[in-house]
């Protein structure tokens, strides 16, 4: 079945520092979704990509979408305390995934002071 | 917008006993809704998907007796985990589809502790 893998796995940075992560797809993705997770809490949706090659950003956040749909990046410009959390990409499969989500394994992000 | 809710937040029940999770689209309508289970340190892996009057959809290795999915209406769906044993005990959060947008909200998760 389709597999979402994400490096790093964890990731500690001194406030200011940049931090970016990486997500590599087994199959050709439809699109990809960026989700965030504070500790305790749920996921929550940042952004969805859709073209080849396609970049977004939000404020200090730019995400990437690889020319082949299966692979994408986070990367986030001056890290804050506040982007403490573990940070997801969810993809969908052009074949065979129906409508369906499948999350990669996670990034999680320390920021230290 | 897009607001998912999920009651309850946490429960804790002895073994054997049933629990039910409810799901509630707030202010759209979720024709798709999708439950989810997350152990601690884990990224999120789905259960089933579940469509409003249907029969729901469930992933590989999930138990459909075990883990019964009723989505009676475009707003709400309900995960009931029957006959509870340690090991279900997890996070398990729901996320209901914005029509046309392929965008998943999810709701705030249910925390269960099975004794």
């Known amino acids: 079945g389709q597999q979402v893998m994400q490096i790093p796995q964890y990731q500690h940075v001194q406030e200011g520092e940049d931090f970016t992560t990486y997500c590599n797809s087994s199959?050709?993705?439809?699109?990809i979704q960026w989700y965030k997770q504070r500790p305790g809490g749920h996921p929550v949706f940042l952004i969805q990509?859709?073209?080849?090659?396609e970049v977004k950003k939000q404020k200090r956040l730019t995400f990437q979408f690889g020319e082949a749909k299966k692979n994408s990046s986070l990367h986030i410009t001056a890290t804050q305390t506040t982007d403490v959390g573990t940070y997801f990409c969810?993809?969908?499969?052009?074949?065979?995934?129906?409508?369906?989500?499948?999350f990669g394994t996670g990034t999680q992000l320390k920021v230290e002071l | 917008g897009a607001v998912v809710s999920q009651h309850p937040s946490w429960v804790i029940c002895k073994s054997g006993t049933s629990v039910k999770i409810e799901c509630r689209s707030l202010d759209f309508q979720a024709t798709t809704m999708f439950w989810y289970r997350q152990f601690p340190k884990q990224s999120l892996m789905l259960m089933a998907t579940?469509?409003?009057?249907?029969?729901?959809?469930?992933e590989q290795g999930v138990e459909k007796d075990k883990f019964l999915i009723n989505h009676a209406s475009l707003t709400l769906s309900t995960l009931t985990v029957t006959s509870a044993h340690p090991e279900d005990s997890s996070f398990y959060i729901c996320?209901?589809?914005?029509?046309?947008?392929?965008?998943?909200?999810f709701g705030p998760g249910t925390r269960l502790t099975v004794l």
């Open positions: 579940s469509n409003e009057g249907s029969k729901a959809t469930y």
């Open positions: 199959t050709t993705l439809s699109n």
């Open positions: 996320s209901g589809e914005l029509a046309g947008t392929d965008t998943q909200y």
């Open positions: 990509l859709v073209k080849s090659g």
């Open positions: 969810a993809g969908k499969a052009v074949t065979g995934g129906g409508n369906k989500l499948t």
